[in-house]
């Protein structure tokens, strides 16, 4: 069974940092593209980050540019998402999926509907 686990959320003070991870089991690890996405209360979820399993980069969107950072260790089938400077905007539950296709310049779904982890909340306080 393919499964995505997300953890690492907390409370955090604005201009504080947290590190998510997102750990798979059930399939293969290697070469498969990860991706961050978040939901805001209200909101539609949004693309944050994500990283090639081929070596083929990462991509940040806007928000997340200079102060985030995606990371991927095969060898724990996980991958992270180092996230510095907070601000209340960030304020989301997080998720991760396998079902995009990363390259540099951006992302797309590879399955519609997408399946996803459990997501794993973020909160920054002001």
């Known amino acids: 069974e393919v499964q995505l686990v997300e953890s690492g959320g907390g409370l955090v003070q604005a201009g504080g940092s947290l590190r998510l991870s997102c750990a798979a089991s059930g399939f293969t690890f290697d070469g498969y593209d990860i991706g961050w996405f978040r939901q805001a209360p209200g909101k539609e979820r949004e693309g944050v980050s994500c990283?090639?399993?081929?070596?083929?980069?990462?991509y940040y969107a806007d928000s997340a540019k200079g102060r985030f950072t995606i990371s991927s260790d095969n060898a724990k089938s996980t991958v992270y998402l180092q996230m510095n400077n907070l601000n209340p905007e960030d304020t989301a539950v997080y998720y991760c999926t396998a079902d995009v296709y990363c390259s540099t310049i951006g992302w797309a779904f590879t399955r519609h509907p997408a399946a996803w982890g459990q997501g794993t909340q973020v909160t920054v306080s002001s």
């Open positions: 990283i090639s399993g081929s070596g083929g980069g990462a």
